[in-house]
């Protein structure tokens, strides 16, 4: 059968992903990073997946699966961890196998790069904590203590950050933990030297331990003290960043998301730096949702981890490095990721530790004053431009030309087009039109106009009402005929279901046979509070409404076929008659031999039209 085919690439068997799923409690695991209250039998919450201020989001605790009725994310314990830590589908069930200590029978190949990983994170964590322990305690890295205090930067938040130091030595980390070669270049904590010994990556550097988003340390970045240089007399790089490799990505990392994680989802709104102090700033200025990139530029990836935490995202760089950022990615990420990007106005030449240090109030206004992304550019433009003559103002005028038409959406654009055009007194149909000619010609993306998605509520509701049935009560699945659902999304949903698998797997399977929208159906009606099981006239009732319903269309399309000639005329007549009967002793006590006869019509007419 198609769905099993994705599987063998992953070397996990259906058997221990059904395991981990079975021992996952859905409501505890989602409970680490959103608050959830018990309503009736579901249990909702703010939605970790949109910014919003009444809940929209249920738990079904017992088939294990989420739904947002805001945003129509979906999911259960394995997507969450995949969404929430942005982990591949096979770590993800790794780490809920660990969490609930099920032993996974993995092929051989995996289950050995899997334990040369966890090698690899153990000797980072214990690098981390070493080189924590020397700038705590060692009597050499009072040069870095002191430098720390000098930036404001206390006992209490190296703790929390768990900084380091690295002593000026070629072997120090080395000789403590006796790292064998495969882990000191698996981890980047250190290498082989031409004399075939072993050498430590960092020297005399301040260590900012890298975590990743779940809290282990994957990588760090080391900061020369201010002065040092090379033994040839010139001045060092001010950072070093562990390399790439096997559990460091840089750009999928953000640097501090681990300890931002809670206030990010808190306040919906992420603030983006250039550096590790920058991060450590905004924490101590009482803002703990800084991140920054290590070491490379904001990119898709990112986002991609940004999105499911935030719907804001400041961008708090030096002004000049704001203005650079590549407008065209950020407002293709903005639409595709559905987040707000905006920078904090930062003094010229100020980075956030500084002004941090110097007026910790005028950090936070910066944030809450930020300004969309295209405002910021525009603004730019405006400063530099020279007011006092026409030329000097039709210069400024061809800028912001430039820089609105880079943004994709022209009801965007013509906001501002009003604005420039004020400030340049320049005529705004002008405007407006060399900014839609630029904008035609230059920009490839697409109009803003999201692509529609499929609403549930839009399906009948007489098969959401049976679907709802069958999904919580699936002893009542009997009651119903695929025949009766009119709907083809409706259909798919409900003949999924009569496999009698776990819901998470037969949405899984839907989704993979590309029925995303039947997956969906089954998503939403399955967070749905069933109440207490119903009695049986009302079930009865539920069939009746949904047989009215499949009977209505069906004789419409009887009375098309008559009418276009493809059926004989005695033949519909006595259909049409015979099915209005049956409908009409619908809950009377013939029903049940009415409900036989119909379910056989619906049937056969469905068959004829699948052949
Ligand atoms: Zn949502």
């Given at each position: ?20 799923r079975a021992a996952t409690d859905i409501v505890a695991l989602i409970t680490e990073q959103v608050a959830l209250k018990k309503t009736g039998r579901r249990w909702t919450g703010l939605c970790p997946f949109h910014?919003e201020k009444t809940p929209s989001f249920s738990v079904n605790a017992e088939e294990g699966r989420y739904y947002c009725f805001g945003c129509r994310v979906a999911g259960d314990q394995i997507t969450w961890v995949?969404e929430t ?11 809920l196998?660990?969490r609930a ?161 809670d206030?990010?989802i808190r ?201 709802r049935l069958?999904v919580h009560f699936a ?27 776990p819901i998470s797997?037969?949405i ?14 089954l998503s939403e009606v399955v967070v749905d509070d069933p109440g207490p099981r119903p ?77």
């Amino acid at each position: 059968m198609e769905p099993r085919r994705y599987r063998l690439a992953m070397a996990i068997s259906e058997s221990d992903i059904a395991a981990v799923r079975a021992a996952t409690d859905i409501v505890a695991l989602i409970t680490e990073q959103v608050a959830l209250k018990k309503t009736g039998r579901r249990w909702t919450g703010l939605c970790p997946f949109h910014g919003e201020k009444t809940p929209s989001f249920s738990v079904n605790a017992e088939e294990g699966r989420y739904y947002c009725f805001g945003c129509r994310v979906a999911g259960d314990q394995i997507t969450w961890v995949r969404e929430t830590m942005h982990l591949d589908f096979v770590d993800a069930v790794r780490l809920l196998a660990d969490r609930a200590s099920i032993e996974l029978h993995e092929d051989a190949n995996a289950s050995k790069e899997r334990k040369e990983r966890q090698r690899l994170f153990e000797a980072m964590e214990r690098a981390v904590d070493w080189y924590h322990h020397r700038l705590l305690e060692a009597p050499d890295a009072r040069v870095a203590r002191d430098y720390l205090r000098s930036r404001g930067i206390s006992g209490e938040i190296a703790r929390q950050f768990r900084l380091g130091w690295a002593p000026d030595q070629w072997d120090a980390l080395v000789n403590a933990t006796h790292f064998d070669e495969a882990v000191l270049t698996g981890t980047g904590l250190g290498f082989v030297n031409q004399r075939g010994r072993k050498q430590d990556a960092m020297r005399a550097r301040l260590i900012f331990p890298i975590f990743d988003p779940s809290g282990k340390a994957i990588a760090m970045g080391g900061r020369v003290m201010p002065g040092a240089t090379r033994p040839d007399g010139t001045p060092q790089a001010k950072y070093k960043n562990s390399p790439e490799t096997p559990i460091y990505s840089k750009r999928r990392t953000l640097y501090a998301l681990n300890w931002a994680k809670d206030d990010v989802i808190r306040t919906g709104e992420i603030i983006v730096c250039e550096g590790y102090t920058d991060v450590i700033a905004f924490f101590g200025a009482g803002m703990p949702r800084a991140v920054a990139t290590c070491g490379t530029a904001l990119g898709e990836e990112h986002f991609r981890a940004m999105r499911n935490f935030a719907k804001r995202i400041v961008l708090a760089y030096d002004a000049d490095q704001a203005g650079q950022s590549a407008a065209a990615s950020v407002y293709q990420w903005e639409r595709q990721h559905e987040v707000d990007v905006a920078v904090a106005r930062l003094p010229r030449g100020t980075d956030p530790a500084e002004l941090a240090q110097r007026d910790p109030v005028a950090l936070a206004q910066s944030v809450a004053d930020a300004v969309p992304f295209l405002q910021f550019r525009l603004e730019r433009v405006l400063e530099l431009a020279d007011f006092a003559t026409p030329e000097g103002r039709a210069r400024a005028g061809e800028r912001a030309i430039e820089v609105l038409a880079e943004h994709p959406s022209e009801l965007v654009r013509d906001q501002y087009v009003m604005q420039v055009a004020d400030r340049l007194r320049l005529d705004v149909a002008m405007l407006r039109a060399r900014v839609a000619d630029v904008a035609r010609g230059e920009t490839r993306i697409a109009p803003i106009v999201a692509p529609p998605r499929p609403a549930a509520g839009r399906l009948p509701r007489p098969g959401i009402e049976a679907l709802r049935l069958c999904v919580h009560f699936a002893d009542l699945r009997t009651r119903f005929d695929v025949a009766y659902f009119v709907h083809e999304v409706q259909r798919d949903a409900f003949s999924a279901l009569t496999s009698g698998e776990p819901i998470s797997s037969v949405i899984e399977r839907l989704d993979h046979q590309g029925l995303e929208e039947a997956a969906r159906v089954l998503s939403e009606v399955v967070v749905d509070d069933p109440g207490p099981r119903p009695t049986d006239a009302a079930i009865a009732a539920v069939v009746a409404q949904l047989l009215r319903h499949a009977s209505d269309v069906a004789l419409h399309e009887l009375e098309r076929e008559l009418r276009s000639g493809t059926v004989a005329p005695e033949v519909a007549v006595t259909v049409i008659r015979d099915v209005k009967e049956r409908l009409a002793l619908l809950g009377s006590d013939q029903g049940e031999s009415a409900e036989a006869s119909l379910r056989e019509w619906l049937a056969g007419r469905l068959a004829a039209q699948l052949t």
